[in-house]
């Protein structure tokens, strides 16, 4: 009950604060000096936001460094220590393993299925509704996703009745069950593909976005010159689609890296199905602050990279502002 | 979804006078493509379906047998997934925490991204850019690196635990992305309309609550349905400020029942089902502010 009172405080509070705020601070800058009121201004209006940033991801990414200098409980500099156990210990060089294979696969199949079916859905009538049927896996949880694939991948031992989708299927063709998230040589390529099941529709509603700018008029003359079907797709489409293809495909890689619930939730990391975020949480959960900062810090250094292709992409927009 | 174009390309080749015989060769020709597309919505639809039937039947018979016996008399259909579920101890209440996490995180990060992207969008200060660069190569750092951090602060203020650091924890980690994106937006709003609301004498604050906020509420309206089912469905940060609170969301319960169930699992997809059902209610209902904001996110990690 309480917590609903709270609730409902913070939610009508919280504007009218930043109302007061504003209405407030402003009514105290405007009796400054002209040149005074042009310098504290800004900072009074970006200062929340900026606050926030500070206190959330600026000042833990610069502490989350040095705290991965220190062993668990923080009192005692051990170097390098945290990482020489990060990139020796089999099960952490498992999880790196895994954010590589889901680095790779997850990006690639994401982007090309989500690039295949927008070019196919682009010349049915029905595009609309199917395009409704693949979006629908984006808004629902990865931990509701995970259960729905518990049922896909669901085993039983053999000569019982399967109740898994995907088993059932298997022995409709006389084939033996798979035990999908538990056998070495399926499992990760298993959780891999409900992250691409989940992610698939995002990919294609943004391709297919730019697809729909492509004009006519281009597609009309490369059929004037004979060009068939597949040929438009491999040497106009695909080229003219080049730019949004690699923005999709950085955020799909960064979400890679980022995977955490599908693990967590379907496997908990059991049977070398561990990443470097769920890793990184074992660590954390277990009160090993300076091994979970230090694989922290390789998630990091991982998204650096992408981070720098995404300033460079914000300082081109920029330029053509 | 929002496809203007009824006519497709495909259809150019059909002339207007062809013969019925072509149309059927036609029609032939692209049955593979159809056939394609079938199988894609198939995997894409059938595994959410099948849950959902799942969810309606008991225990014992998702133990037993696959959710299509049940396309077939005698159904069996019952709520006692549900019943079982929501008696679970824990998990009616994480329903109520989910919407008591969700709602405030919402606002309070919106509210503030707001203000703050007015002053990016129309203010010159010395440090603006660097501070701007600052902001988008936040959006793409993994939160896992500040998760340490951000605890033991939790931890000296006591209120690791409590709803009030799932709040701050969500609006810090949701700004730099809504900074960005309603910067832009409100960046490319016409110039004119604030010059002269200036020379008619209004200060800042009336610039930004009558004139700037009022023109971004379609950009925060797609944002808002974003940030909402991002925190919805969010399990990290819950779980770690959280996971063994009393206050734990619904996202982390069913998440930490599977994984302690163990064989007994199944009765879950009525959670899953719930937890799911007002995300696509939502995206069902506001099909186009929802892909809006979606896409409008598409440079988002």
């Known amino acids: 009950m309480e917590q609903i009172i709270t609730a409902v405080v913070a939610v009508v509070a919280v504007p009218l604060i930043l109302l007061g705020y504003i209405t407030l601070g402003e009514r105290i800058i405007e009796r400054l000096p002209e040149t005074l009121q042009s310098w504290i201004r800004p900072y009074f209006w970006a200062l929340p936001a900026v606050g926030f940033a500070t206190v959330f991801m600026v000042y833990p990414l610069i502490r989350t460094v040095f705290i991965s200098f220190y062993n668990s409980t923080g009192d005692k500099f051990v170097g390098l220590d945290n990482y020489q156990y990060f990139f020796t210990f089999p099960d952490t060089l498992t999880s790196l393993r895994n954010s590589l294979l889901w680095l790779v696969f997850f990006t690639f199949f994401s982007v090309f299925f989500g690039l295949v079916i927008a070019i196919l859905l682009d010349r049915v009538r029905y595009e609309s509704l199917a395009k409704i049927a693949i979006f629908l896996p984006v808004p629902i949880s990865a931990v509701a996703a995970s259960i729905i694939w518990k049922f896909m991948f669901d085993y039983q031992v053999p000569g019982t009745t399967q109740t898994g989708t995907l088993n059932a299927i298997l022995g409709s063709f006389g084939r033996d069950p798979v035990a999908w998230l538990i056998n070495l040589s399926t499992n990760n390529a298993a959780l891999i593909f409900v992250g691409i099941w989940s992610a698939t529709g995002f990919c294609m509603v943004i391709i297919s976005a730019s697809l729909k700018a492509i004009s006519t008029e281009v597609l009309e003359a490369a059929r004037m010159d004979g060009a068939n079907e597949f040929q438009i797709i491999q040497l106009v489409v695909t080229p003219l689609l080049w730019p949004t293809i690699t923005v999709v495909g950085t955020t799909m890689l960064i979400n890679a890296l980022k995977t955490f619930d599908i693990v967590y939730v379907m496997t908990n990391g059991a049977y070398n199905t561990d990443v470097i975020a769920t890793q990184m949480f074992r660590q954390l959960a277990s009160a090993h602050y300076g091994r979970a900062a230090a694989v922290g810090v390789v998630l990091f250094i991982a998204v650096v990279p992408l981070l720098i292709v995404n300033i460079r992409r914000f300082q081109q927009q920029e330029e053509q502002r | 979804m929002s496809s203007e174009r009824v006519t497709t390309r495909g259809q150019t080749a059909v002339g207007a006078g062809v013969s019925a015989l072509d149309n059927l060769g036609y029609r032939l020709q692209r049955l593979p ?128 635990g409590t709803i009030y650091a799932v709040w701050l924890a969500h609006s810090g980690y949701g700004l730099p992305f809504e900074v960005f994106l309603l910067r832009n937006y409100l960046g490319g709003l016409p110039r004119e309309i604030f010059e002269s609301a200036e020379v008619d004498g209004a200060g800042h604050s009336v610039r930004f609550l009558r004139i700037a906020v009022p023109m971004t509420l379609p950009a925060i309206a797609s944002l808002t349905i974003f940030v909402f089912l991002g925190v919805w469905n969010d399990l990290l940060v819950s779980l770690t400020f959280l996971g063994v609170s009393v206050y734990r969301p619904f996202t982390v319960v069913i998440a930490q029942l599977t994984t302690s169930l163990g064989g007994g699992w199944q009765f879950l997809t009525a959670a899953a089902v719930l937890q799911m059902a007002l995300p696509l209610i939502v995206f069902i209902a506001l099909q186009r502010y929802f892909v809006r904001g979606v896409t409008a996110g598409s440079v988002k990690g």
Do not use: C
Not at chain 2, 123 to 150: A, E, R, S
């Open chain 2, 33 to 160: 493509l159809h056939l394609v597309i079938a199988i894609f919505v198939a995997i894409w639809i059938i595994p959410t379906v099948g849950m959902i039937i799942n969810s309606f039947r008991g225990v014992a018979d998702m133990g037993q047998s696959g959710w299509w016996t049940t396309l077939f008399p005698p159904h069996g259909f019952t709520f006692a997934s549900y019943q079982q579920v929501l008696n679970l101890e824990g998990v009616a209440p994480s329903i109520l925490y989910s919407v008591l996490i969700t709602i405030p995180a919402t606002v309070i990060q919106l509210a503030i991204a707001t203000m703050g992207a007015y002053a990016f969008a129309w203010m010159k200060f010395p440090g603006k850019n660097l501070f701007f660069i600052v902001i988008v190569g936040l959006m793409v750092v993994p939160i896992q690196m500040t998760l340490i951090p951000v605890l033991q602060i939790f931890k000296l203020i006591h209120l690791n």
